[in-house]
């Protein structure tokens, strides 16, 4: 008798965010494992999805991703919530995946506010210094590339780094501020890499961490309950 497929995870709607497909440390094969391994009526790409990448030589496993992406928004609602790296491939690459794009999404249920945006409008040391934020991404990203899938080097590095756990707190911070301004009960947000959830005045916060590290994070929204996953 054939192997049976395992039954797939059942939500309303999943939550994804910096992919940073094109660079040497991006995880399409998860990505895709993740998706095939659910059921589910909406997908919101939550910013950073692609980085550099090439379209004279897309790998065979991001390609694979992309057209998937693709063949289930015909059935499904894609959204994709553009990030800082992704302004230069988001017309030519929403067309390949059928997606929708927004630089903020809102969409109400059952009288609940949710609202998603990247989050890189909230960082101060981003908006200051684009070439300084560029050089320490790619020199972060060599690092993950030499570290090993234990990611050892790296997480050392974030615990250590000051700036990048106060980042995630002022995104947090003011995220939870923007949202509220504007009738948000939930605001998801990504950029920073760090899985988070924290709440202020009724509103609640929720950062869908990233896909370049360990662990991968992922948001399902379901019926009014939302969960922050790891992979």
């Avoid at 989050?119 to 972060?140: E, K, P, V």
């Amino acid at each position: 008798m054939g192997k049976q497929n395992p039954e797939k995870k059942k939500t309303h709607t999943l939550i994804i965010s910096d992919l940073h497909l094109g660079t040497s440390v991006s995880q399409p094969e998860k990505v895709l494992e993740l998706l095939k391994s659910y059921s589910f009526r909406k997908l919101v790409l939550l910013g950073d999805i692609f980085d550099s990448l090439d379209f004279r030589h897309i790998p065979e496993n991001t390609r694979e991703l992309i057209i998937y992406i693709g063949k289930i928004a015909g059935e499904k609602k894609v959204r994709w919530v553009i990030g800082n790296h992704d302004h230069a491939l988001s017309d030519a690459l929403a067309s390949l995946m059928n997606a929708k794009i927004y630089e903020v999404y809102e969409w109400q249920v059952d009288g609940k506010k949710y609202l998603a945006i990247h989050g890189h409008q909230f960082d101060r040391f981003l908006i200051n210094n684009t070439f300084l934020s560029y050089l320490a991404s790619r020199i972060y990203n060599f690092i993950q590339k030499i570290d090993g899938d234990k990611n050892t080097i790296s997480h050392f590095l974030k615990r250590k780094s000051k700036g990048w756990l106060r980042l995630s707190e002022k995104v947090a911070r003011s995220a939870l501020r923007f949202g509220q301004k504007r009738g948000a009960d939930y605001v998801f947000c990504g950029h920073t890499h760090k899985a988070l959830e924290k709440s202020s005045n009724g509103t609640k916060y929720f950062n869908a961490g990233c896909w370049t590290d360990t662990p991968e994070n992922y948001i399902t929204i379901d019926r009014g309950d939302i969960r922050l996953h790891k992979f």
